[in-house]
DNA sequence: CGCCTCCCATCGGTATACAATACGCAACGA
DNA sequence: TCGTTGCGTATTGTATACCGATGGGAGGCG
């Protein structure tokens, strides 16, 4: 008897240039591999105890996701978000989110809208809290969510895509008290239009909700790298 | 010396895969590899006259935009555009082509305008003669240098990516007469709130445009594929 | 003393060989 | 006759070997 198939789900062959890629997503995304890194092939296969073969495949996706660049005949290295990159990521991620917003409104069952106000309470705990990281995680799946209603496949895909280059950057930026506290402000106020089923002031409201954070990303930015 | 050099781009080193994912993706946006072919690695890769590593990462770099589905163990295959995937793309399109505009109100410069002009005009020439083919390369031409005026890397890429997925479609999308005067005159319209500077209304008549296109892409798929 | 050139080590790109998996067919049994 | 089961073949996934390009350093030349 096959190990995968004691889990939940039924079937799932999941070749091992995807779990490697996995792998190093989260690497990437926590900072444990830092932007700018070379990322030899030959080490790498090492350390996963697999051939070049799969972990090639793996930069492959990585690449065709963002995450890394590959230059000919120069290996891979993980990329490093500048200024005006963060700028253009957060604009197609605000008309991305606007789009879901709008589409949510009209998509979304009581049962997604009750989940998403679930998570939004939580988040609001871990606000009072002041706990930050877990803050940022909820933050980050209630976005997801909020996509998700909009039962857009290509959509949802080219968001978390996005999501991910970004969160490689914000994850580090710790923006002020003030801030954290409009942010959730901002966050009641996203909740009740989608309550009320109101797509375009949803849509404004991710968007201006985009919008601010980008400045803190951005103001971070200038002051750490230049 | 080396024979790419001689042409007038400087530096390019090209892997083979690169080329190869090109070749493939002619094939199949023409239509010459109909969708839901099987894509057998040992035959493609003797019809290249390659190996079938770079073979493999070709199709891995399709999978990723979209152009293929790979599915384990039973290799690749071309993706089949459902009329549900096809209303997703066209609303991600939209929202995009949308910004776009909005953007390009901002930063185009005078010469990217006189630019769009002129395709303009070399298109209007192919409608008034009637010559479909040559309208659409040139229409998706000027699609494009509205989304690059935005100067957005992101945003030109993830455009580029579901552009060709849709051309897939709609290349075979015959629409009528009068849905090509119609969209003939949208383009001028298009054309006009370019030339004012007139973001919103730019972003409006895009989104429109397209919505209108994905109306005549509907009904063929209706007609055509059930 | 500085710059340019050439050489070599290193690493990515490609080709080939081996292992694992899925699909089709045929034989067996009910 | 139909369903099931086992095997064989074809095809994909993985590992390894080879080739070519790149970049840095040593040595020579100006």
Same mark, same amino acid.
């Given at each position: ?9 039924a079937i ?6 995807? %779990? ?9 995304? *926590? ?21 070049? @073969? ?7 996706? !990585?690449?065709?996701?963002? /995450? ?14 500048? /200024?005006d990159e ?10 991305? %989110? ?6 949510? +409104? &009209? ?12 998570? *939004? ?18 933050? &980050? ?7 998700? +209603? ?8 080219? *968001?978390?895509?996005?999501? &991910?280059?970004?969160? +490689? ?17 901002? *966050? %009641?106020?996203?909740? %009740? ?8 002031? /949803?849509?404004?409201?991710?968007? @201006? ?11 971070? !930015?200038?002051?750490? &790298?230049?």
């Open positions: 008897m096959n190990v995968r198939t004691t889990e939940t789900e799932s062959p999941r070749p091992l240039h995807g %779990e490697v890629a996995e792998r190093l997503r989260r690497l990437i995304i *926590h900072g444990e591999i830092p932007p700018g890194e070379r990322l030899n092939e030959r080490l790498l296969a090492e350390r996963f105890s697999i051939s070049r @073969t799969p972990l090639r495949d793996a930069l492959k996706l !990585l690449s065709a996701e963002g /995450l890394v660049e590959i230059l000919p005949y120069r290996g891979a290295v993980v990329s490093r978000v500048t /200024l963060a700028e253009g990521l957060f604009q197609v991620l605000s008309a991305l %989110e606007g789009l879901a917003g709008d589409l949510a +409104c &009209q998509k979304a069952t009581e049962a997604d809208i009750a989940e998403i106000e679930a998570l *939004h309470a939580d988040m609001r705990r871990h606000y009072e809290r002041g706990e930050l990281d877990e803050y940022f995680a909820l933050n &980050q799946r209630i976005h997801q969510a909020i996509v998700n +209603c909009a039962q857009n496949a290509e959509l949802t895909a080219i *968001h978390s895509r996005l999501a &991910q280059r970004i969160r +490689c950057v914000r994850y580090v930026a710790n923006f002020s008290p003030a801030r954290w506290t409009r942010a959730m402000a901002e *966050h %009641e106020e996203i909740l %009740e239009a989608l309550r009320q089923r109101d797509g375009v002031r /949803l849509q404004n409201l991710l968007k @201006t909700h985009l919008g601010r954070k980008f400045e803190s990303v951005r103001e971070w !930015l200038l002051a750490n &790298q230049g």
